[in-house]
């Protein structure tokens, strides 16, 4: 198909600027308890700080090295993400003083340096100097002198120090690591309520002191700055260097990067700010953004609770899975049948129960297993590592490229290959994204596999704050081919054809491929046809094409993405049968989901891939069937429940307006992860309006057996 400019597309990099307004939205919205609403400032702000570092950075690069046409491109593409990021952040600094405001309602009070009272103040110094000032390291600058590297991990303060007669610039980075962003402090005597206060006003309102017999100072002023790099490892080509090696040394690299942002002070002097602009060579074509007083929003994240419960999300207790709880050990459960996790809602220690139990079991012979991040302190390599003294062959795939966790890779690899484990670094070129696990078992006298294919990563953190699905399952051609997966890793020249899997970069693109386009062949035979897709980005150009073409053929399109969606719906003669939402919520939304109705013989599959050109075509994913007629069903109820959302959805459109769906006076509240919730716990699936469900009336597709 051609890219013609008849073809409707929104920039990747726009579409992700618009799914964080709908972060922000929800810090925006007084039904969503107090407390969260502050964290998710601080998520809307490490999004925005991953955006600079990463896809800022991209477009930064092609604008560099672009031929003078492609440049003109570029260059409008990076006023625009300018021109959003400033019209977020004015939004943000809106949000924040409105959060500031309904704190204050509840009694919880954020205060800066100018609102103690000397009761405070007393508690605030002697604070400050147990604790803080022997973390401050102050440097003096001068024009001599190149300025330090600006970690971009880090906040700064760029320091104006008066005299009588002159002014000298100094730098300091804040104390973060050991004391935290938020100090709670005192009350006010005789007043009622939980005061706060920010680890940069303490040092704002101590700050001579900090420079005490150094200057005959008359006056000192801090302004908060922030500098992100471009986060691309550069991974040099020295065949005498192991891939490890230029891991680690690219590592060091990243960190003086080039600088993609700088956000400053905006009441920041004109001279103050002109010399660190000057210094650190920030050109036009770097993104200088004006901004408030704080920077590191991003550590809202972690914001105290000092209020009551009802401040928070209300917890949902872990959902029992009797298949697994009533099963003498949890292979016979799955040797019975296919088991389907779905985390948060279920708790991830049932899939740390299998790997410690096959850790154990004088009938396992070994464990395959890729890991792209995991916990900091991991049961799942704590039981490999257990499998390993307990005569196991244990072979870890660990991918070394998993961006921000490379450090963290780096010593589990060690800490694995150093006890025994059989590691293998990824492939390079090559992405290992997938999540498997592969456990080969002897059962009379036969060696049997039991296999995991998941959506997210193998991290006991991340599965009480993300949505994702874990398909346990005994099918044993499934296993043969994930057999044949981890060969392909560990030899990239060997190929294997899969009856059952879609495997990237191998065959995924062409499989898709051709079941979007059965799908619009049978919408012209008259036939029943439809596609519903789940996932987190849809940015590939080539099959939003095809899904444009099954439109125009009569298809029903029903999509459910989380971040960027480069596909524009509802456009006249393209895309009028494209329906897209997004669902923001209490948990990130991270499975991939595919759904093709193949005239009633309905096929369902799961995958760690998004629809996006580097997960088909330069990443090892793996998409996998689910077989089973009860995992089918379940699983087109949840998306049945997702597609009915009217408090959490938002329609995806080509105006990026990220409106919520009209609710009549009348109409059922769905709030779909609460209603997953409950529908999981009770196994009563909801009355929904038949006009809304996911994909058009079909029975489900006969149950394949391949054990």
Not at 46 to 62: C, G, K, P, S
Not at 180 to 201: Q, T
Not at 531 to 558: F, M, P
């Amino acid at each position: 198909m051609s890219d013609s400019p008849e073809i409707p597309r929104v920039a990747k990099e726009l579409s992700w600027l618009s799914f964080n307004e709908r972060v922000l939205q929800e810090a925006d919205d007084p039904d969503v308890p107090m407390i969260q609403r502050v964290r998710y400032l601080g998520i809307f702000s490490n999004n925005l700080d991953e955006f600079f570092r990463v896809r800022v950075a991209d477009v930064q690069r092609l604008a560099n090295f672009a031929t003078p046409s492609k440049k003109i491109e570029y260059l409008d593409l990076q006023e625009q993400i300018r021109d959003g990021v400033l019209a977020l952040q004015k939004r943000f600094n809106k949000v924040y003083e409105n959060v500031l405001a309904e704190m204050r309602k509840r009694k919880i009070y954020l205060v800066n340096e100018t609102q103690l009272d000397e009761v405070q103040q007393d508690w605030v110094r002697n604070y400050f100097y147990e604790n803080i000032q022997p973390e401050l390291m102050p440097v003096m600058l001068d024009e001599q002198t190149a300025p330090p590297e600006l970690n971009d991990s880090a906040i700064y303060f760029a320091i104006k120090l008066n005299t009588e007669n002159s002014k000298r610039y100094a730098l300091l980075e804040i104390p973060t690591a050991r004391t935290g962003r938020f100090i709670r402090i005192p009350k006010r005597k005789g007043k009622r309520g939980k005061v706060v206060m920010a680890i940069d006003n303490i040092i704002r309102l101590c700050l001579s002191d900090v420079f005490m017999g150094i200057l005959p100072l008359t006056s000192a002023e801090a302004y908060t700055i922030k500098i992100t790099r471009d986060a691309e490892l550069e991974l040099g080509e020295e065949i005498t260097e192991s891939f490890f090696e230029r891991i680690s040394q690219s590592l060091k690299k990243r960190r003086s990067g080039v600088p993609v942002r700088f956000v400053y002070d905006e009441s920041m002097p004109e001279d103050l700010l002109g010399y660190f602009t000057r210094r650190l060579m920030l050109g036009k074509l770097d993104s200088i953004i004006p901004g408030g007083r704080y920077h590191n929003s991003k550590d809202f994240m972690s914001f105290p609770n000092l209020g009551p419960a009802y401040l928070e999300f209300k917890p949902l207790p872990p959902i029992p899975v009797p298949a697994i709880d009533e099963s003498p050990n949890i292979f016979d459960a799955i040797r019975d049948r296919d088991v389907l996790l779905y985390y948060p809602y279920h708790h991830f220690s049932y899939l740390e129960r299998l790997v410690k139990t096959a850790a154990i079991d004088p009938a396992v012979r070994s464990i395959k297993i890729c890991l792209y991040r995991v916990a900091s302190a991991s049961h799942i390599a704590d039981a490999l590592l257990n499998a390993v003294a307990n005569k196991k062959e244990v072979t870890v795939v660990v991918e070394l490229q998993a961006r921000f966790d490379e450090e963290a890779n780096i010593d589990l690899a060690e800490r694995l290959t150093d006890n025994g484990v059989n590691v293998i670094f990824g492939v390079p070129g090559l992405k290992v994204h997938c999540k498997l696990l592969l456990i080969t078992r002897m059962e009379n006298s036969t060696p049997r596999y039991y296999s995991h294919i998941g959506t997210g990563n193998f991290n006991e953190k991340t599965a009480r704050l993300y949505t994702d699905f874990s398909l346990l399952t005994w099918n044993q051609e499934i296993g043969e081919e994930l057999w044949q997966v981890f060969d392909f890793i560990a030899f990239t020249y060997r190929r294997h054809e899969f009856k059952h899997l879609m495997v990237s970069p191998l065959d995924s693109r062409a499989k898709i491929r051709a079941k979007i386009r059965r799908e619009a062949d049978n919408a012209r035979r008259g036939k029943t046809s439809g596609i519903t897709i789940k996932c987190n980005n849809l940015v590939d150009n080539e099959l939003i094409d095809e899904l444009y073409a099954a439109s125009q053929a009569g298809v029903s399109i029903r999509i459910i993405v989380r971040g960027m969606c480069s596909l524009v719906p509802q456009v006249k003669g393209i895309s009028d049968n494209i329906e897209a939402i997004s669902i923001v919520d209490r948990y990130l939304e991270h499975p991939r989901v595919f759904v093709f109705h193949n005239d009633g013989l309905r096929e369902f599959y799961l995958s760690s891939a998004d629809i996006m050109t580097r997960n088909i075509d330069y990443r090892v994913e793996v998409v996998v069937p689910v077989y089973d007629l009860d995992l089918q069903i379940q699983l087109q109820n949840i998306l049945d429940i997702q597609w009915c959302d009217n408090v959490k959805a938002r329609t995806i459109d080509a105006g990026m307006r990220n409106q919520k769906r009209e609710r009549s006076r009348n109409a059922k509240i769905i709030r779909s992860q609460e209603v997953i919730y409950r529908y999981l716990k009770s196994g009563k699936m909801p009355k929904l309006s038949k006009r809304q469900l996911a994909l058009p009336s079909a029975k489900p597709a006969k149950k394949k057996t391949a054990k």
